[in-house]
T-cell receptor, first 111, second 112 residues
């Protein structure tokens, strides 16, 4: 069935370092890949997204890459700051209207 | 604009009872999706409503049902509650086929 796998489950980096979170999806008809940040006790917030006709997208310190052939997509955060600490979810919108989320990556940025 | 709002914020129910959760989408949005987020997990898609119809459903039993009203607000109903239904229930709205950029703050349901 449809599935999104996300790695790692926990990531700890030093302030100023980069963080990379990787996801794979199973449904080749998936065409939209959003990333959400969820702070403790708060709602998920869309931070960046990419469509299947684009290979890379960047927004300030955040970038996302997509490899449709391998069905991989990744989130890259550069110059990490303590306020980047949160749980990050990747997701894939299937060929229909369903969005499948990964299990999440808990990012810790140490000052 | 209040964004996506959900009510209630917290709810405690007993096994076997029924519950109704409510969601008001962001102004201008016509599509509402519901998700279940268990502790420490990613949101799981329950279903999506558009033009007052359920247009896609995730892998949830028929105990989970919903409704969308002419003003685009939506309800999620869960019958015969089980302990395993305890979770944060989120709704997200979108419009014009756009992304689900806006989530509500969620309803924390505890089944005892």
């Amino acid at each position: 069935g449809e599935n999104v796998e996300q790695h790692p489950s926990t990531l700890s980096v030093q302030e100023g370092d980069s963080a990379v979170i990787k996801c794979t999806y199973s449904d080749s008809a998936s065409n939209y890949f959003p990333w959400y940040k969820q702070e403790l006790g708060k709602r998920p917030q869309l931070i960046i997204d990419i469509r299947s006709n684009v290979g890379e997208k960047k927004d300030q310190r955040i970038a996302v890459t997509l490899n449709k052939t391998a069905k991989h997509f990744s989130l890259h955060i550069t110059e990490t700051q303590p306020e980047d600490s949160a749980v990050y979810f990747c997701a894939a919108k299937t060929g229909g209207f369903k969005t499948i989320f990964g299990a999440g990556t808990r990012l810790f940025v140490k000052a | 604009d209040a964004g996506v709002t959900q009510s209630p914020t917290h709810l405690i129910k007993t096994r076997g009872q029924q519950v109704t959760l409510r969601c008001s989408p962001k102004s201008g949005h016509d599509t509402v999706s519901w998700y279940q987020q268990a502790l420490g997990q990613g949101p799981q898609f329950i279903f999506q409503y558009y033009e007052e119809e359920e247009r896609q459903r995730g892998n949830f039993p028929d105990r989970f049902s919903g409704h969308q009203f002419p003003n685009y607000s939506s309800e999620l109903n869960v019958n015969a509650l089980l302990l395993g239904d305890s979770a944060l229930y989120l709704c997200a709205s979108s419009g014009g086929g756009g992304p689900e950029a806006f989530f509500g703050q969620g309803t924390r349901l505890t089944v005892v």
